[in-house]
């Protein structure tokens, strides 16, 4: 049996602990960074199997009325488990197991009358609140799944898949703001590379919406092999692409435009009875050298895109710095 006085101490040092866990782990998340959550859950999961000893030591004592209260408690604990860590089944388990048992065991072996009723009881109302503990769960799994498929859904392209002008404005502002610190990134710069298909339109006009169709999610395909797997490959409206290019130098950014021009001009068979020749014009920016806002970043390789269509199409043309 447990000393009252030492389960006490030991009750509310461990109650202390996992304030303090907690608090660090808010202020982590505000920080987005990861908290100290394994050493949260396993100081909860040592004080069940303390609290649960002290509910034994309550029942075994004889005292009925610390036996009611320690069933009160016990009652309460597996409620609240069950409602607030569905997040964790395993673990919440594992927690109404070390709260519960040792009651269970006690009401048992207790030598007042009727309390081995209690006891038998007990099986019933753990196996209750274990089917509502499961029941939550998979009532948030449902729902964490229907968000993010709603969020694939806002942030991804019908046609290609590939991501759409919504995330490429969340993803441009994110490496725009880790521009301003330095620790994000290395303090590299980064490119933006905004593209668009020479000949799309007569594609359309000839062979149809259709084929037109497949012929960019062919090009989607043969963006994302010309870049590398950190590039990201956005479309953002019609035949319009822009790549974002992290930690990449103006030479590098070069090589890569100059590739995706060579893979998109390989001749696109549809069985159509002809080769679908279409050709692709690249305008780029760079920051910070250009700017370090999405606007900004964005306006210059449009600029840049605008010059490489005007002096010929099927060109890479950088933004031009005005000194």
């Not at 290395?186 to 062979?207: I, Q, R, Y």
Request: overall charge positive.
């Amino acid at each position: 049996m447990i000393c009252g006085p030492a389960w006490i101490v030991a009750d509310m040092t461990l109650f202390a602990v996992r304030v303090m866990l907690m608090r660090e782990c808010e202020r982590a998340a505000k920080r987005a960074e990861k908290g100290p959550l394994a050493e949260l859950m396993a100081a909860g999961a040592v004080w069940s199997v303390v609290f649960g000893l002290g509910c034994y030591g309550c029942i075994a004592s004889g005292h009925m009325t610390l036996a009611v209260l320690a069933a009160l408690n016990v009652a309460g604990v597996l409620g609240v488990v069950s409602s607030r860590n569905a997040a964790t089944p395993r673990y919440a388990i594992f927690v109404m197991l070390a709260v519960s048992l040792p009651y269970f065991t006690g009401a048992l072996l207790s030598a007042s009358p009727g309390m081995w009723v209690v006891g038998i009881q007990m099986p019933f109302y753990l196996t209750g609140v274990i089917i509502v503990l499961l029941q939550n769960h998979a009532i948030n799994a449902r729902m964490i799944r229907a968000e993010l498929d709603n969020r694939d859904l806002a942030i991804k392209d019908a046609l290609t898949g590939l991501p759409n002008r919504i995330f490429l404005q969340e993803k441009l502002r994110d490496m725009c703001r880790d521009l301003a610190v330095p620790a994000a990134n290395g303090g590299a710069p980064f490119a933006v590379l905004s593209m668009d298909l020479d000949g799309f339109k007569t594609v359309n006009d000839h062979f149809g919406h259709a084929v037109g169709d497949m012929l960019l999610r062919k090009v989607a395909e043969r963006l994302k092999r010309a870049f590398r797997s950190g590039d990201c490959v956005f479309r953002i409206g019609g035949d319009e692409f822009v790549i974002l290019l992290p930690a990449t130098s103006e030479i590098e950014a070069t090589y890569l435009a100059k590739r995706a021009i060579d893979k998109i001009s390989t001749p696109f068979d549809f069985g159509t009875g002809s080769a679908i020749r279409i050709g692709l014009s690249v305008g780029s920016a760079f920051a910070p050298a250009d700017g370090s806002n999405p606007e900004i970043l964005l306006a210059c390789s449009d600029l840049a895109l605008y010059d490489a269509k005007r002096t010929g199409k099927g060109r890479y043309r950088a933004h031009v710095r005005v000194v």
